[in-house]
C-alpha cells in the first residue's frame, strides 16, 4: 500500500511539475513587463540601432513575438547571430519607497536572432534558452524596418 501511495505521489509531482514548467516559459511576465528595448546588431553590440520606449510599441512588439507559439530547439551550428533585442524594465519599488520614485531601468532580457533563421536565443537572469518561433516572428524580428524606430 504505501508503494502504491508513493508512486500515486511520484507521478502527481511529475504531472504537475512539467504543467508548471512549460506554463512558465509560455507566460514569462517579464518581456510583458518591459518598458524599453534597445536594438543592436550582434557584429556590434554597443551600437544601439534603434531605441523603443513609447508603451504601446513596446506592448505591440511583445505581443508580435506570439511567445505561446515558441519551440524549445537549438538553432543549426551554421546559424548566423543577425540582432540583439535588449529589454529593460524600471526596478522594484522597495519598502520605504514611494511608486511615484523614478526607478532606474534595468536589464531582464535579451533575444538573439539568428539570419535568414527562425530560432532565437533567450537569455535573462536566470535562464538561457533556444527556441524555434513561427517563421512570421522570425521575418519580424529580422525586417530593418522594424529596428528603425
Not at 508513493?6 to 511539475?17: E, N, P, R, T
Not at 510599441?57 to 547571430?81: G, H, M, Q
Amino acid at each position: 500500500m504505501k508503494k502504491v501511495c508513493m508512486i500515486c505521489i511520484f507521478v502527481s509531482v511529475l504531472l504537475f511539475g512539467c504543467s508548471n514548467e512549460k506554463k512558465d516559459l509560455k507566460e514569462d511576465p517579464e518581456l510583458y513587463k518591459s518598458q524599453k528595448i534597445e536594438v543592436s546588431s550582434e557584429e556590434n553590440p554597443d551600437l544601439v540601432l534603434s531605441v523603443i520606449d513609447n508603451q504601446d510599441e513596446v506592448s505591440e512588439f511583445v505581443n508580435t513575438l506570439e511567445i505561446d507559439k515558441w519551440r524549445i530547439a537549438d538553432a543549426p551550428s551554421t546559424s548566423t547571430k543577425e540582432y540583439m533585442y535588449k529589454m529593460y524594465q524600471e526596478g522594484t519599488v522597495t519598502l520605504g519607497e514611494k511608486k511615484t520614485d523614478k526607478k532606474e531601468l534595468k536589464q531582464i532580457a535579451t533575444i538573439i536572432t539568428y539570419k535568414d533563421s527562425p530560432y532565437i536565443e533567450l537569455r535573462t537572469k536566470k535562464l538561457h534558452l533556444n527556441f524555434k518561433v513561427p517563421k512570421d516572428v522570425a521575418e519580424y524580428l529580422s525586417n530593418k524596418e522594424n529596428q528603425k524606430h
